[in-house]
């Protein structure tokens, strides 16, 4: 099913789940109580639709008195984020900015979606024109430590790689010595390309960066370019739309670096960052209960203690209130209107050829692991 078809059922499902849940917590008549604090509250005020209010002020206040998220992304990466002749953003990426926005505000679709160019990522953020960056951006101590930005739980491992023509020579990165690399500016790209011909040995005779991906492509086209360096995701995703079919272009099977892509959000914006991180795990968490958009419904009953308290009731009857400044059914929403992790990979990646790899749970051997929900 689609994000489309999940979104257009959303609201009753939620509605349903929520009122069986309030049920749940009301088994033992009393006032449901928040057992984190003695007053109910968590030690965090409510507003009258429900919504855990923060500190006046903060980032994610703001957020919540606007009534959407802003998130900084891009429009052409396929499988990520694409805008569609009608206006929608869709993608893994876009779908992330719904799974923020479903958390804090109850509503996948209060999301004002900003692109951005690749230099333009980190002035968006710093600047405050955008709240929160999902623009497959890789974490590095560099970015974190000098951009004004903090990074989050990483939403896709990958790592970078190399394209070329279909009837190309080359069949490793070790066999282009003395070739034309084109990268992204801006990017990581570039001096890791420099980095993995120095390890092999080789030097390229140029090394050509682009302010865009588009960029890349036509002077691919124009045979300026022997290679064309990227993360394997993107070029995995460029290669599906490469105008002479994806059958014209090759990945070489090298991948000769590590890029996390995470989300970030600026500096000093803690509870924010709090609540998006939380909002990621979500995801994670419900796929490893085996919770999705499908069946979320069936386990608001569930006696299992550790589901309770993700879908927001406590053991002893009552909600579940962390203090995460986000609602107690927070997660219910993201995966009611959105989706588990599993599910938004499915739709948007997979499609494009990309299988999980890393991007697994800890139990199947990858790297995809939320913290306890206690």
């Known amino acids: 099913m689609t ?14 789940l929520t009122l069986a849940l309030a049920a749940c917590s009301d088994d033992d008549g009393g006032e449901g109580a928040d057992p ?43 499988g990520f984020a694409v805008l569609t002749p009608d206006g929608d953003h869709v993608g893994f990426d876009a779908d992330f900015c719904r799974v923020i926005a479903a958390a804090i505000l109850g509503d996948a679709e209060a999301v004002e979606f900003v692109d951005l160019a690749t230099e333009a990522r980190f002035t968006a953020l710093q600047s405050g024109e955008i ?12 970015r974190d430590g ?49 980095s993995e011909f120095s390890r092999l040995g080789i030097t390229p005779t140029e090394v050509l960066s682009f302010p865009e991906p588009e960029l890349i492509q036509d002077a691919f086209i124009a045979g300026r370019c022997d290679g064309w360096s990227s993360d394997v995701s993107q070029l995995t995703g460029l290669r599906s739309e490469f105008p002479d079919g994806p059958e014209a272009l090759r990945i070489l099977e090298d991948v000769f670096s590590k890029e996390p892509l995470a989300p970030a959000v600026a500096d000093g914006d803690t509870e924010l960052a709090q609540a998006v991180e939380w909002a990621i795990f979500a995801t994670i968490q419900a796929e490893e209960f085996g919770i999705d958009s499908t069946n979320i419904a069936e386990f608001a009953e569930s006696e299992d203690p550790l ?51 890393l991007n697994t749970l800890w139990s199947e051997g990858g790297l995809l692991y939320a913290p306890p929900y206690r």
């Open 307 to 357: 589901i309770r308290t993700f879908l927001g009731t406590a053991e002893e009857g009552g909600t579940f209130d962390p203090g995460l400044g986000l609602p107690p059914d927070y997660a219910v929403q993201v995966i009611t209107q959105v989706g588990n992790y599993a599910e938004i990979f499915e739709e948007h990646l997979a499609p494009l050829g990309l299988d999980r790899g």
């Open 3 to 16: 994000t489309r078809g999940r979104r257009s059922r959303w609201g009753a499902a939620a509605l349903t």
């Open 36 to 78: 984190t604090s003695e007053d109910g509250t968590g030690g965090e005020t409510e507003d009258s639709t429900g919504i855990t209010l923060v500190q006046e002020g903060s980032a994610l206040a703001a957020i919540q008195e606007r009534g959407s998220v802003r998130c900084g992304t891009r429009d052409a990466l396929p």
């Open 131 to 142: 709240d929160v960056l999902v623009r497959n951006t890789t974490w590095t101590a560099g």
């Open 146 to 194: 000098s951009e004004g930005a903090t990074f989050l739980q990483p939403t896709f491992y990958d790592g970078q790689g190399m394209m070329v023509a279909a009837d190309s020579p080359y069949q490793t990165v070790a066999d282009m010595d003395g070739a034309t690399v084109c990268v992204a500016a801006g990017t990581t790209t570039e001096g890791n390309v420099a």
